[in-house]
């Protein structure tokens, strides 16, 4: 909303169709390869995950910190563009 | 604390519901959230409220125990005033209406001079009796034999503030030089 980074844009700028992981914000190489080691390799898997977690911030939140310990920033990033994309798409 | 991995997901998202955890699914990939969260909540011992009537059944106790004792240490007049008007009193909601009209009973059994105060001291300091009075009323099942000594205030310092109070009014109302001090109030 206030400032969003340039990969936000990106993201939520089309379908994320087959796109990595890492290219969610808030989610770089390292927080990337966690995920992946627990099986969310595409960025759709952690949108299911998002979606079972019925979209709401704060469970969102506690399980990527627990899946990949992430901190708030990450958590708030990767939460908002997920979020704008299926506002946008869904 | 039977181990929450062998809870079924129905089981845990009745668990998520009794502690007011928002949730979805439990599935896989949610699952050791859930335990997370669910272990957290045990821990912090917040409410969980499988039963919400316990709250009301403990109002009623602790409202009985106060209420019981002036039976024990009491004279006859005032557990008779006690034993008459307690089976009146089925609800908590009753207890302005009701226990001002119980009190209203007995007076006949006081002397002339406390028969006069009476209806005063429940009319007037209503604010000042009615945690008193709240705390009297209560279910008449409960026999009148030895309750816990759970009270924060003693029954004598309730009682003796209730004679003070009563003997500071008609104080007051003698001291009032018209012509009819109390018969005016009924």
């Excluded at chain 2, 209203?104 to 005063?120: A, L, V």
């Excluded at chain 2, 000594?149 to 029954?155: E, G, I, N, T």
Aim: aromatic share 10%; glycine share 6%.
């Amino acid at each position: 909303m206030s400032s969003t980074s340039q990969k936000h844009k990106d993201f939520v700028a089309e379908p994320m169709g087959e796109k990595p992981v890492n290219a969610l914000a808030g989610i770089g190489e390292v927080l990337g390869k966690r995920l992946e080691d627990k099986g969310f390799d595409k960025a759709y898997v952690v949108l299911g995950q998002f979606l079972v977690l019925k979209k709401d911030e704060e469970l969102f939140r506690d399980w990527l910190k627990d899946t990949c310990s992430a901190n708030i920033k990450q958590q708030g990033d990767c939460f908002g563009c997920l979020k704008e994309w299926c506002d946008a798409f869904l | 604390m039977s181990s929450l991995r062998s809870k079924t997901a129905k089981e845990m998202s009745d668990l998520l519901d009794e502690y007011e955890i928002k949730h979805g699914p439990v599935v896989d990939s949610t699952r050791s959230l859930y335990e997370r969260k669910l272990k957290e909540a045990m821990a912090k011992g917040k409410k969980a409220k499988p039963s919400p009537d316990q709250t009301y059944y403990r109002e009623e106790e602790e409202v009985t125990y106060e209420y019981r004792t002036p039976d024990r240490s009491d004279g006859a007049g005032d557990s008779g005033s006690y034993m008459r008007s307690r089976p009146a009193w089925s609800e908590r909601e009753l207890e302005h209406e009701t226990s001002y009209s119980n009190y209203s009973r007995p007076k006949p059994e006081y002397g002339g001079k406390e028969f006069s105060d009476e209806p005063h001291m429940y009319d007037l300091p209503p604010t000042s009796k009615s945690p008193y009075l709240k705390s009297t009323p209560g279910p008449p099942k409960e026999a009148p034999k030895a309750p816990p000594s759970s009270r924060l205030v003693p029954l004598w310092v309730q009682f003796v503030f209730f004679v003070a109070v009563a003997v500071f009014l008609y104080l007051v109302f003698s001291s009032m030089e018209t012509n009819e001090p109390i018969k005016g109030i009924e």
